[in-house]
């Protein structure tokens, strides 16, 4: 699976930012899709993740309430809806994709190039 993550950039904070991941190659609806995301000088760490057949979402607790992941599977995409964004916030974010999606990086089969996202004060 190819990987390709756009939509990040500058913004305010309290300002949105939707991020896309479009895959490519092996059966997107075969895995379990999700974002990362990595700060400077910090180990890179799980935000979100939407699992392949039941639906099922799970978001780190940093972020619950202020993002929002979905997928199309028609279109090969997952997304990340990013609201009320906190200058914490900033960091590259990457996209993943596993056959089984645990919460930390080794479980990940398949990584986006990431996008870079800041958020100003």
């Known amino acids: 699976v190819q990987l390709q993550a756009s939509g990040g950039g500058l913004v305010q904070a309290g300002g949105s930012l939707r991020l896309s991941c479009a895959a490519s190659g092996r059966t997107f609806s075969g895995y379990d899709m999700g974002w990362f995301r990595q700060a400077p000088g910090k180990e890179r760490e799980f935000v979100a993740v939407i699992r392949r057949s039941s639906g099922i979402i799970q978001y780190a607790p940093s972020v619950k309430g202020r993002f929002t992941i979905s997928r199309d599977n028609a279109r090969n995409t997952v997304y990340l809806q990013m609201s009320s964004l906190k200058p914490e916030d900033t960091a590259v974010y990457y996209c993943?994709?596993?056959?089984?999606?645990?919460?930390?990086?080794?479980?990940?089969?398949?990584w986006g190039q990431g996008t870079q996202v800041t958020v100003s004060s």
């Open positions: 993943a994709a596993a056959a089984i999606f645990i919460p930390i990086p080794t479980s990940i089969d398949y």
